[in-house]
């Protein structure tokens, strides 16, 4: 590691209170909507710093605002707060103590450094204008930023553009990664019920195997993304669920499948979804069947704003050295609910990264540990960000 920007050695005083706020949250994670006393904690000490914190929108989101100066321009930076649903097995000292969930996705490090950050800006005042640090639920699973924004978060606090960013432990320490454009995927959700009949393994002319029937469908569903979207179009279609039956000599009643699908362009959004539900009901009705649907559009593709993109483009290769920014050829097929304050506001989103090692386990990994040396520097530019686009006169 070589980066050493001179402010990140000028905070590093503050430093052990990031890495203890850091392992304070890993030790009390909280299902997202349900973030209670992490809530209270960010409240607590974002209030205890000077700024005006409200508390509220989406349940458990916080909003802490900072004025100085005479500026009209104001900045938002979100952080997410939500842990998830998962037994960590870390062995870390500092393990959660709530069984059955962790943070295995590093909101407890984005948390922190946000938190970091925020003593240092209101310790400084060295800025012009509006800030809204934005402490937002439920990433994971509920759409808190899509909950926040019908709660009025941009109308209560109007940001001028928004910014935030993901620890990435794939990619390079310290290195800032971005693109211009769509950076994160939409992400829908279908669940396929087969109705068949019930029988004796034995006896299968007497029943309709779904079983059978959801082998077909699922083969089929294959054709999709290799048929009937344009192949340059990108688009993912998983099973990540088949379950029917309990016994090798029962045929059962039903089969359930789940799928995730993914898509960034509206018109291949809307021909996944089409072309599912025919496919499914189709090959089940040629088997004599007939299936259920429950199809749900989950959260919409992140699309970076060029403007924000080239500033943080910009800001980073000052901040950390132009060798440290790397554009991303292609988007990743991932999600993310930043992508509703995108659709608001403009904005940019990144991703920071956190390698210890190649074999580093991945964001949602049971043995996933946010990487605290990455703290300074997540910290320390987020001072930068909020400073710099709203430079004194
Ligand atoms: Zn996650
Ligand atoms: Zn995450």
Known sequence: MTIEPKDITAFSNHMPDVVAIRHHLHRNPEIGLSEFKTSDFVAAQLEAMGYDVTRGLAGTGVVATLRNGSSARSIGIRADIDALPIHEETGADYASENPGVMHACGHDGHTAMLLGAAKIIADRRNFDGTIHLIFQPAEENFGGARIMIEDGLFERFPCDA???????PSLPFGHFVLRDGPIMAAVDECKITIHGHGGHGAEPQTALDPIVAGASIIMALQTIVSRNIHPLTPTVVTVGAFHA??????????????????????DARDELEKRICLIAQGQAASYGMSVTLDYQRGYNPTVNHKAETDYIAGLAARFAGADKVIEMPRPTMGAEDFAYMLEERPGAYFFLGTKRTDNDPSLHHPKFDFNDDILPIGTSFWVELAEDYLKLA
Do not use: K, Y
Request: hydrophobic residues 50%.
């Open 162 to 168: 928004v910014f935030a960013l993901h620890n990435e």
């Open 245 to 266: 039956g309990v016994a090798s000599n029962v045929i059962p009643e039903t089969a359930e499948m789940l799928l995730t699908i993914r898509s960034f362009d509206a």
